[in-house]
């Protein structure tokens, strides 16, 4: 891909992987592409239609319409091929159903499952689901970006990948500001997955000038987002959850 | 003590029934609605929530209970209220209505006994209708 001829990206060598994804919402969408611009096949289950169209008219990916936790749908959308399943439906009860269904009767090797309650996560760990997404520390994230514009959200955290989301806006005293990707001393394993510009999504490649205002989601491993936030927006992050 | 989370038609005849054979009997439900309709005969523990909230549970005493019944409409919601009981909660019988029935099988696996009152419900029709031929 350009992005990696061009920036300083490194990811390892993965092999394109099927990754099932069950639920479209605003967590679905964003993973959805992360997953495609990180070069894997992607499908998605989602219950709402109009959910649904929006995704199949940004993404080249197949959408299918309905309830994820059904076993029949799941087998029609190649659940048995799936390398990987991730549930990030509104609701606690059905992401644990869907990672269940994956793991013990599709024998899919990883699932990931969103949880907003954090007490679940207990039972999810014993019910076999390999890694959680947990929107509440994400939240409380989101509420410290609001109180200090400058920080970086940790938009998503796959505990168990070690891969970590994360958000940041340029304003004009931004180190990265006027500067193109490809030249950013970006820490290794690290991947810029889109610019919102202006109201549009770009998808970035190295070639690609920041600008002030733009807001950057981007993609690293754990323990790099200080200072991937640092090559970007300058100042040092505060500590992280 | 037997609890039952979600006391619409089918869990409010069982808790009338459990309890008219003199049976400790404690409900959960979300809809207070649920609740008042029921609270007109029923003289048990009565608490509004979600059964897969362990918060919920405790409060409805499932840590004592010999057996706790989720019978929502919920499937998915029944499965988890199950698996909290069961295995955190470390309730001895734990019944859940389930109507798929791939997962019928995989929850049964888990330790749980699967009712599957509309599957059941139609196949009893179907029988009594080509009982006497059509």
Same mark, same amino acid.
């Given at each position: 891909?350009?992005?990696?001829?061009?920036?300083?990206?490194?990811?390892?060598?993965?092999?394109?992987?099927?990754?099932?994804?069950?639920?479209?919402?605003?967590?679905?969408?964003?993973?959805?592409?992360?997953?495609?611009?990180?070069?894997?096949?992607?499908?998605?289950?989602?219950?709402?239609?109009?959910?649904?169209?929006?995704?199949?008219?940004?993404? +080249?990916?197949?959408?299918?319409?309905?309830?994820?936790?059904?076993?029949?749908?799941? %087998?029609?959308?190649?659940?048995?091929?799936? +390398?990987?399943?991730?549930?990030? %439906?509104?609701? +606690?009860? @059905?992401?644990?159903?869907?990672?269940?269904?994956?793991?013990?009767?599709?024998?899919?090797?990883?699932?990931?499952?969103?949880?907003?309650?954090?007490?679940?996560?207990?039972?999810?760990?014993?019910?076999?689901?390999?890694?959680?997404?947990?929107?509440?520390?994400?939240?409380?994230?989101?509420?410290?970006?609001?109180?200090?514009?400058? #920080?970086?959200?940790?938009?998503? *955290?796959?505990?168990?990948?070690?891969?970590?989301?994360?958000?940041?806006?340029?304003?004009? @005293?931004?180190?990265?500001?006027?500067?193109?990707? %490809?030249?950013?001393?970006?820490?290794?394993?690290?991947?810029?997955?889109?610019?919102?510009?202006?109201?549009?999504?770009?998808?970035?490649?190295?070639?690609?000038? =920041?600008?002030?205002? @733009?807001?950057?989601?981007?993609?690293?491993? #754990?323990?790099?987002? *200080?200072?991937?936030?640092?090559? =970007?927006?300058?100042?040092? %992050?505060?500590?992280?959850? | !003590?037997?609890?039952?989370? &979600?006391?619409?038609?089918? &869990?409010?005849?069982?808790?009338?029934?459990?309890?008219?054979?003199?049976?400790?009997?404690?409900?959960?439900?979300?809809?207070?609605?649920?609740?008042?309709?029921? &609270?007109?005969?029923?003289?048990?523990? !009565?608490? !509004?929530?979600?059964?897969?909230?362990?918060?919920?549970? $405790?409060?409805?005493?499932?840590?004592?209970?010999?057996?706790?019944?989720?019978?929502?409409?919920?499937?998915? $919601?029944?499965?988890?209220?199950?698996?909290?009981?069961? $295995?955190?909660?470390?309730?001895?019988?734990?019944?859940?209505?389930?109507?798929?029935?791939?997962?019928?099988?995989?929850?049964?696996?888990? &330790?749980?006994?699967?009712?599957?009152? $509309?599957?059941?419900?139609?196949?009893?029709?179907?029988? !009594?209708?080509?009982?006497?031929?059509?």
């Amino acid at each position: 891909m350009e992005r990696r001829a061009g920036g300083r990206v490194q990811l390892e060598k993965d092999l394109v992987v099927y990754i099932l994804v069950v639920g479209g919402g605003k967590i679905g969408y964003h993973l959805v592409r992360t997953l495609l611009a990180e070069g894997h096949e992607v499908s998605v289950i989602e219950k709402d239609l109009r959910v649904c169209e929006q995704i199949a008219d940004h993404f +080249d990916v197949m959408v299918q319409t309905g309830d994820g936790t059904s076993p029949r749908l799941l %087998a029609e959308a190649g659940c048995n091929r799936a +390398d990987c399943v991730v549930s990030v %439906a509104g609701r +606690d009860q @059905d992401n644990l159903v869907v990672c269940q269904i994956a793991k013990e009767i599709f024998k899919v090797n990883r699932t990931i499952a969103r949880i907003n309650d954090p007490r679940n996560e207990e039972l999810f760990r014993s019910m076999g689901v390999d890694a959680l997404i947990n929107v509440t520390a994400a939240v409380a994230n989101m509420i410290d970006q609001e109180i200090n514009p400058k #920080s970086m959200v940790h938009y998503l *955290t796959m505990q168990h990948g070690h891969l970590i989301m994360v958000e940041a806006t340029l304003s004009a @005293d931004s180190p990265s500001v006027g500067r193109a990707i %490809a030249g950013l001393e970006l820490p290794p394993e690290t991947i810029l997955v889109s610019i919102l510009r202006q109201g549009s999504v770009q998808v970035p490649t190295g070639n690609t000038v =920041l600008m002030e205002g @733009d807001e950057i989601i981007a993609v690293t491993r #754990s323990g790099h987002q *200080t200072e991937v936030k640092h090559v =970007l927006i300058g100042e040092k %992050a505060p500590a992280t959850r | !003590m037997i609890v039952i989370f &979600g006391v619409g038609q089918m &869990g409010s005849h069982l808790a009338l029934q459990l309890e008219g054979e003199g049976q400790e009997v404690g409900v959960i439900d979300p809809d207070r609605h649920n609740l008042e309709n029921l &609270g007109q005969e029923f003289k048990g523990l !009565m608490v !509004m929530g979600l059964g897969i909230d362990r918060d919920v549970l $405790t409060r409805a005493r499932v840590r004592e209970a010999s057996c706790f019944v989720a019978v929502s409409r919920d499937p998915n $919601t029944n499965v988890m209220a199950a698996l909290v009981a069961k $295995t955190q909660l470390k309730v001895p019988r734990v019944i859940a209505r389930i109507e798929d029935p791939v997962l019928v099988d995989l929850y049964r696996r888990h &330790g749980i006994e699967p009712i599957s009152p $509309t599957a059941d419900a139609a196949r009893e029709i179907g029988d !009594m209708i080509l009982s006497r031929g059509c």
